[in-house]
């Protein structure tokens, strides 16, 4: 599934910067923003596969950055990647259709395997 | 500013805990007072004010009764004496008028006349005819007296005068004191005079002949206070009597006479007469009886009544007392539950607040981390596709990027400790894999434990199966456990502490054991070391509660918790497990797979 669209949403620049070259590097194409607005915006605007989301940002968060996504229908997968690593925000992410969840730090090799499989989702859904 | 740290101190010096014990013991002591008054106010007081009116009341009813009593007696009695005496003149008189002086001066018509007179009681001694000039005609009776001449005597004048006269009690010519009554009679111009005495032990036992009681006295009184008949003391017929007589007065009287004084001079208890004068003679008739046995009947109900009233207001006085003291006992115990029940909601405010700050903690420092890894990964990337001069370099460069790898999954495994830590304050029952929980625990309090000089060991079974136990309220008693543990080993230089799990297949629990090698608790906390505030950590280090709280977990989680210490060699708390929660934790358990269900 290399060549999926990512869109990488994380109010840590140097995280997005980071992870968009490294996921680049292995063939996706990234976008990276640092907030839940600019992520809505970009979702509405273009089409990604799959959005890689923090839950704790200041202004929108992941959680209200999810519900807004889901509200666009749109045939994207969201994963969620987030410091806070608590079962609840996980069971709550999961309930508003967040594909899966994954706490940092991890590897990129854990993090692109989540893409792939989102992506296959996503395609069986297309 | 300054106005504020003072308000704060105070604040805190009020809330000191011997403050409030004190201000505690006040309260109860005020409880108990207004208890016990309430009681005393509500039933002891009525119960005396009823109980001494009714006495009151019915020591009236029976005084009044013994008084009418009194006047019955007494009435009766003068009835009785003024009836013996007017039969007597009345009879006299007949005999007088019905028969003429000469056939009275045949002896043998005036023994006629004398039994006559006798016919129903031995009444009289003697009878005699006497002539105008005191002489006597005609004499029937004991004494010799046939020569005597009555004309100075003082009842002679009075009878020639009157007509009829009785006498007081007087010694005459046979020296010892009797009474008589004698009438005249006037015929041909001449009178003569039928003169009778009375049989004084007749006319004794006809007044003196009536008991009341040991004391009572029944006598008669002439109008010079002259016993006319013996009381029952020692004074004779005719002797003084001290009875206060008072002035002449119409029907009957009751008085006390208190004071009196016995032929000795000694002073005679309290004592209640009644006297009524006789028409004729008139002689005071009296009946006295000493107080005390008067109303002895009274005095006796009187007395056991009070008693009786007294020892039950004070029964109930006492039972108020007993019942105040159980129930201020009772509240003390609840306000203690109270208190500790705060102390435990307070103790848990402060796990949640660590908890909070352990989350947010543990966020920020994941986020570094992540970056730390990209910046790894990058690095990793580019030196897979760069040319890397000499061997040494592209090896240091590995071993150093590994290590990178290494510490940040290290500093991973704490946040996420820090975050299991933070989960939930609430019960959540689920899965608990409890070897694994207890690594985590022991890798959490490692590094505490290591900077005391304290090494974990653990025997873990391997066999032992997942709980079904609620992990946030297990982790807190480890923690309290270890901590404890760590404490105990205070002043020397190493020790260890050594956690244990067995299962117990056929019971379906788990035993869990931590044993240290600390300074060991002495028999006597060991039996309070569950107990609420009880500490033997120095003032400021121990609230005394953790061992409390860890008690009242493991009992809520269904299990239980045991000790075992021996002084200066170490203390083992065995814990159980039950492998599923006790019913009324079920129901979280659902309500968990619910959530995850609808996940």
């Known amino acids: 599934m290399t060549g999926s669209r990512v869109l990488l949403v994380d109010d840590e620049t140097i995280f997005t910067r980071n992870m968009s070259k490294l996921l680049t590097f292995r063939g996706y194409t990234v976008t990276a923003v640092n907030s839940g607005d600019a992520a809505i915006r970009e979702l509405e605007q273009n089409h990604f596969d799959v959005v890689v989301l923090d839950l704790k940002m200041p202004g929108m968060d992941g959680i209200t950055t999810l519900k807004e996504i889901q509200k666009l229908g749109l045939f994207t997968e969201t994963l969620i990647l987030t410091g806070h690593g608590s079962i609840d925000s996980a069971l709550e992410a999961m309930k508003l259709g967040a594909y899966d969840y994954l706490t940092k730090p991890c590897e990129i090799d854990e993090l692109v395997a989540k893409i792939e499989a989102a992506g296959a989702k996503k395609e069986g859904k297309d | ?599």
């Open chain 2, 1 to 599: 500013m300054d106005a504020k740290v003072t308000r704060t101190s105070s604040s805190a010096r009020a809330a000191e805990p011997g403050d409030v014990a004190a201000v505690r013991t006040a309260a109860y002591s005020r409880l108990f007072r207004k208890f016990v008054l309430l009681t005393l106010l509500c039933s002891v007081v009525p119960l005396l004010l009823v109980g001494w009116g009714i006495n009151l009341h019915y020591t009236r009813f029976a005084k009044q009764r013994m008084l009418n009593y009194f006047e019955t007696q007494i009435d009766y009695h003068r009835k009785i004496i003024e009836m013996f005496i007017s039969e007597h003149s009345s009879k006299l008189q007949i005999i007088a008028r019905t028969h003429t002086r000469e056939h009275l001066a045949r002896v043998e018509n005036l023994q006629e006349a004398f039994n006559a007179l006798n016919r129903e009681m031995q009444a009289v001694t003697d009878l005699g005819l006497i002539d105008a000039q005191g002489n006597h005609l005609a004499y029937v009776g004991p004494y010799d007296l046939m020569s005597r001449n009555y004309a100075r005597e003082p009842w002679f004048r009075q009878v020639m005068e009157k007509g009829i006269f009785i006498s007081d009690m007087f010694m005459g010519f046979r020296r010892e004191p009797h009474f008589i009554i004698a009438v005249t009679q006037l015929k041909n111009g001449e009178k003569w005079i039928l003169r009778t005495t009375i049989n004084t032990e007749a006319f004794r036992a006809l007044v003196e002949n009536v008991r009341i009681g040991q004391t009572g006295q029944v006598y008669l009184l002439n109008q010079e206070g002259l016993f006319q008949t013996s009381p029952r003391s020692k004074s004779t017929i005719m002797g003084v009597s001290n009875y206060p007589m008072g002035p002449f007065h119409e029907g009957i009287q009751i008085r006390t006479l208190d004071g009196l004084q016995d032929d000795q001079g000694r002073t005679k208890p309290r004592q209640i007469a009644s006297q009524v004068w006789l028409k004729d003679p008139r002689w005071l008739l009296v009946v006295k009886q000493d107080y005390a046995e008067a109303f002895d009947d009274v005095n006796y109900a009187n007395t056991w009544t009070l008693i009786f009233l007294h020892v039950s207001a004070l029964s109930i006085l006492l039972a108020s007392i007993l019942i105040t003291r159980h129930m201020i006992t009772i509240i003390k115990r609840r306000d203690l539950q109270a208190d500790q029940l705060n102390e435990q909601v307070l103790q848990a405010g402060k796990l949640a607040s660590i908890g909070e700050l352990s989350a947010g903690v543990a966020h920020e420092i994941n986020n570094p981390l992540a970056i730390i890894l990209t910046e790894r990964q990058l690095v990793l990337d580019a030196a897979k596709h760069l040319p890397m001069e000499g061997p040494e370099f592209r090896e240091q460069l590995d071993d150093s990027l590994n290590q990178i790898d290494v510490q940040v999954q290290r500093c991973k495994r704490i946040t996420q400790n820090l975050l299991r830590f933070s989960r939930r304050t609430e019960s959540l029952i689920e899965p608990v894999d409890l070897n694994a929980f207890i690594r985590e625990v022991v890798e959490l309090m490692d590094r505490e434990a290591r900077s005391s000089g304290i090494k974990f060991f653990t025997e873990l079974d391997p066999t032992l199966p997942p709980l079904l136990s609620d992990p946030s309220q297990l982790q807190q008693v480890f923690l309290n456990l270890i901590t404890n543990a760590i404490d105990a080993h205070d002043g020397m230089p190493y020790g260890s502490i050594r956690l244990t799990t067995r299962a117990e297949e056929g019971l379906r629990q788990a035993h869990v054991a931590v044993a240290d090698t600390g300074s060991g608790i002495s028999p006597a906390h060991l039996a309070r070391i569950f107990d609420p505030f009880f500490t033997t950590k120095t003032v400021g280090k121990g609230t005394g509660l953790g061992l409390s709280i860890c008690y009242s977990i493991v009992k809520r989680l269904g299990g239980s918790i045991s000790v075992r210490s021996e002084k200066g060699k170490g203390t083992e708390f065995s814990i159980v497990l039950p492998y599923t929660p006790p019913p009324e934790l079920q129901e979280s358990l659902a309500e968990n797979t619910a959530r995850a269900k609808g996940a």
